[in-house]
């Protein structure tokens, strides 16, 4: 049962467009939502989060687009940049217990010159 | 450097052998969590602890895994008897309470043989 879905198991933007990654869950406990991104060898880093409260978040070239009601998240990167190229993983918790992450199985960004 | 802190970041067992992997969690953080990643999915939750009290188990830890965390501070993952299937990138995460990001650690890569 796969409650966090990246669709787009790959993206390929040119540098300086906008890089929109989508996500959608089934779980309506959900409340807080993030985005995280990984390089090879490493773990996560995180980028950016929203709480179910809100529909839009904002820092810097990183936005995060909640709808609730369609139970999709988005995240947009503008301008690319080479140094995006990463795979990002959206992830959810609920406020109950343990608050755990639900991860997506990820999507490959890939930004060209 | 007070992030997250994994060790070893590689290790290669032979079937049949235990292996111990420790993480050292950003240390104002209450909560502790503990993942696995396998190639092309994203990381799937094992186990969490609430300063020193192991309040929830996936269930992925079978028998085999054990995880402690004394005085709440540092944590341990014990991997008893280890089969081909345990190989994976082994996360630990920390965050604190409420509604905030995890941080996690490099990962511990498991290479059964």
């Known amino acids: 049962d796969q409650q966090v879905k990246q669709n787009s198991p790959s993206l390929s933007v040119q540098e300086g467009r906008i890089s929109i990654l989508n996500c959608d869950y089934t779980?309506?406990?959900?409340?807080?939502f993030l985005w995280y991104k990984k390089y090879p060898a490493e773990g996560p880093t995180f980028l950016i989060s929203i709480s179910s409260i809100k529909d839009k978040n904002e820092d810097g070239r990183f936005t995060v687009f909640l709808n609730k009601s369609a139970k999709h998240l988005s995240l947009h990167i503008v301008p690319s940049q080479p140094g995006d190229s990463a795979v990002y993983f959206c992830?959810?918790?609920?406020?109950?217990?343990?608050?755990?992450?639900?991860f997506g199985q990820g999507t490959r960004l890939t930004i060209n010159p | 450097d007070t992030g997250v802190s994994q060790d070893p970041r590689h290790k290669i067992t032979k079937r049949g052998q235990n292996v111990t992997f420790r993480c050292d969690p950003i240390s104002e953080h209450n909560r502790l969590y503990w993942y696995r990643q396998t190639l092309g999915q994203g990381p799937e939750f094992l186990t969490y602890f609430q300063n020193e009290a192991q309040l929830e188990k996936s269930r992925l830890l079978s028998d085999r895994f054990s995880a402690e965390r004394p005085k709440g501070s540092f944590s341990t993952l014990e991997i008893q008897r280890t089969e081909q299937g345990d190989s994976a990138m082994y996360l630990c995460?920390?965050?604190?309470?409420?509604?905030?990001?995890?941080?996690f650690g490099q990962g511990t890569r498991l290479t059964v043989v």
């Open positions: 992830a959810a918790s609920d406020t109950q217990g343990a608050q755990k992450l639900v």
């Open positions: 779980n309506s406990m959900f409340d807080y």
């Open positions: 995460a920390s965050r604190r309470t409420g509604n905030t990001e995890a941080f």
